[in-house]
């Protein structure tokens, strides 16, 4: 709980979304983001989507680990990069590179140490955070706009390379097959590119939009959403017209009656028939879905 400690204002409270969360691993993240300059509640999110918070998480069906589900090449590579700046330059030393550029340890008990530091949530939130940065830095100057929370952590999860064609596709197309565009990605990653129901291939769009709806649970980034989706051809299956009430409930009016984009302004909808459900303050007929149903993404981590 906090306080307004200013005594010519009226007395507030609010609940921090971050009280069931281990202090220690908060305090790490914190200090991660006032280290990298990397936006506090974006790490955050992150951290929960990947591994809930949980230090020592580890994927049954590849070599994701930690706090930030880091594989193994990926950590090495972070390490070896940023290892000096924390304090652990004598294991960054013991990292070298193959013909192939790929970071490589000779003594396997030395490669075990390093990467059993993704369980270190001090030193995986810190290179979470250097790599958010790297990420943010390259797409933005291949896209050549802003980078919001969802880019990032598409980045996190493709790379920056493979982030950067998957939301140059969105823009161009969001109807287009996602495994089509980055089959190994698919290949890798099923349980994100293909619905988990049926089969069928996603695509772009939805992929997107369910990695959004993820990150904006844990912190609207409008901006981007809105420039992302926005800016996309009238022809997108996304850009349909989206009504502005809920039955007797007007969100517009909710909003401050802004004027949010047909995409955005659906996912407000979303959000706002279920608090409706949740209240019972609809009738079945006003619980309709306003557009597609957003099909839930479970994260599935990068295979080494």
Same mark, same amino acid.
């Given at each position: ?17 971050y009280q069931n969360v281990d202090p220690s691993v908060v305090g ?53 990069? *940023? ?72 980045? *996190? ?141 479970? *994260? ?5």
């Amino acid at each position: 709980m906090s306080i307004s400690n200013n005594p010519g204002s009226p007395r507030t409270e609010t609940t921090t979304p971050y009280q069931n969360v281990d202090p220690s691993v908060v305090g790490s993240i914190r200090q991660a983001s006032q280290a990298t300059n990397v936006d506090f509640n974006y790490l955050m999110a992150q951290a929960k989507q990947e591994s809930g918070f949980q230090p020592d998480a580890k994927a049954s069906n590849s070599s994701a680990t930690g706090l930030f589900q880091f594989i193994d090449s990926t950590w090495l590579d972070m390490v070896s990069r *940023h290892g000096q700046k924390y304090g652990i330059g004598e294991l960054a030393g013991q990292i070298d590179r193959d013909a192939g550029g790929k970071p490589k340890v000779a003594d396997p008990s030395v490669k075990k140490e390093i990467l059993d530091l993704r369980k270190d949530p001090r030193i995986s939130s810190l290179l979470a955070g250097e790599y958010a940065k790297a990420n943010k830095t390259e797409v933005e100057h291949a896209l050549g706009r802003p980078a919001g929370k969802a880019d990032l952590y598409m980045a *996190h999860f493709l790379g920056a390379g493979g982030a950067t064609e998957f939301l140059k596709q969105v823009r161009k197309d969001g109807g287009a097959v996602a495994a089509d565009i980055l089959p190994d990605a698919a290949a890798a990653n099923k349980n994100v590119f293909y619905d988990r129901k049926t089969g069928e291939p996603r695509t772009v769009a939805d992929i997107y939009k369910s990695f959004a709806q993820r990150m904006e649970r844990s912190g609207p980034d409008l901006p981007s959403m809105a420039s992302i989706m926005s800016a996309r051809p009238s022809s997108s299956p996304l850009d349909e017209a989206a009504p502005s009430t809920i039955g007797s409930f007007d969100v517009a009016k909710a909003l401050g009656n802004r004027k949010l984009s047909a995409p955005v302004m659906a996912m407000f909808n979303v959000l706002a028939l279920s608090a409706l459900k949740l209240v019972g303050g609809g009738s079945e007929a006003e619980a309709q879905p306003l557009s597609p149903p957003q099909r839930e993404l479970r *994260h599935d981590p990068r295979t080494a």
